[in-house]
């Protein structure tokens, strides 16, 4: 058996990525094992209760954006949270 790093022991997503990104998968299948469920969850997270039509539209335009309709939801948070930001900048500027 060819020698092998030894796979980081940590919950920094960035550094398991990073590792992942070098190596092949198929050197550690013997130390694999099978995870039920999600093994990242975000700690924070929000429910938005929608109407079934609501639900499908926010679906459809996910799908045209190739992405998930919880990554639309976020980004669509991200953008008014930051317009937010920006407006309340404006007005403690335009008010000096």
Request: no cysteine; hydrophobic share 35%; net charge positive.
């Amino acid at each position: 058996m060819k020698k092998r790093d030894s796979i980081p022991s940590s919950n920094d997503i960035d550094a398991l990525a990073e590792f992942w990104q070098t190596h092949d998968s198929t050197d550690y299948e013997d130390l694999m094992v099978e995870v039920p469920g999600p093994v990242f969850v975000r700690k924070n997270s929000v429910k938005v209760p929608l109407e079934p039509a609501e639900e499908e539209v926010v679906k459809k335009m996910a799908e045209a954006k190739g992405v998930s309709t919880s990554e639309l939801i976020h980004t669509w948070v991200v953008q008014k949270i930051t317009r937010h930001k920006n407006t309340k900048r404006t007005k403690r500027t335009s008010a000096r």
